[in-house]
């Protein structure tokens, strides 16, 4: 009689603990993971930096290379396509504005009569047409960027001779050219949200050779060199 009630104890216990395994809190199903970024889409924005030029042309040969330098800032737009393999391909345009100049002026004579020569050269405005190869580490993009370039430059000379407070002769005359070539650089840009990415790029441009109309042709080679910094907003 013992031993039934021992075992009759000892089934009810073992019913219990599987009740209670049948009682346990389920482990919850882990959140599926958040989708990566991805780059494919249209972008505008815009941009500030600092940009330096090599500028020559006959008639100031002996001053030296002129190099006009200064500060610009502008605006981009452009497509980006994000391949599976992270390869990212796309395409930009921009221009820039900005007060990019160089000059040479000389004096010769007294307060009686002097004698004043000189000439500028000023970048005023600049762009490029390019495409763009990077690869994706998430929301990282380093990249590689070349394409079509050009400038917008005045070149001014001038000659005038004073006799006391009297001009005697003042010429001055000046020419607007667009120069056009290729240009090649690198950038990094950081997706700081879906929608806000961040950059910084280089680029160097060779912009060929153009004549300027000063009452006779001056012909001026012209290369620059730009860094900038921009944001984009992405659709």
Do not use: C
Not at 63 to 74: I, M, R, S, T
Not at 141 to 163: C, K, Q, S
Not at 198 to 206: F, N
């Amino acid at each position: 009689m013992k031993q039934a009630v021992t075992g009759i104890l000892l089934a009810l216990g073992l019913a219990g603990t599987a009740q209670a395994a049948d009682l346990s809190i389920p482990t919850p199903a882990e959140a599926p993971p958040a989708p990566a970024f991805r780059w494919t889409g249209l972008y505008v924005g815009g941009h500030a930096g600092y940009g330096w030029s090599d500028f020559t042309a006959a008639p100031t040969d002996s001053y030296g290379v002129e190099q006009p330098n200064g500060f610009f800032g502008g605006g981009q737009a452009g497509f980006n396509y994000q391949f599976d393999n992270r390869l990212v391909l796309g395409i930009e345009a921009d221009a820039s504005f900005g007060d990019q100049k160089t000059g040479y002026t000389a004096r010769f004579g007294d307060d009686d009569v002097a004698m004043q020569f000189g000439h500028d050269f000023e970048i005023q405005s600049f762009g490029t047409v390019r495409g763009r190869a990077g690869y994706a580490f998430d929301r990282l993009l380093p990249y590689v960027t070349g394409g079509l370039g050009w400038a917008r430059a005045e070149m001014t000379f001038r000659n005038n001779l004073t006799v006391g407070d009297t001009v005697f002769l003042d010429q001055t005359v000046s020419d607007r050219r667009t120069f056009t070539g290729w240009t090649l650089g690198a950038g990094l840009e950081y997706a700081i949200t879906d929608n806000l990415t961040a950059k910084a790029e280089y680029l160097y441009s060779d912009l060929g050779t153009k004549d300027f109309d000063l009452g006779t042709p001056v012909s001026a080679d012209l290369t620059m060199q730009t860094v900038k910094f921009g944001l984009n907003y992405r659709f």
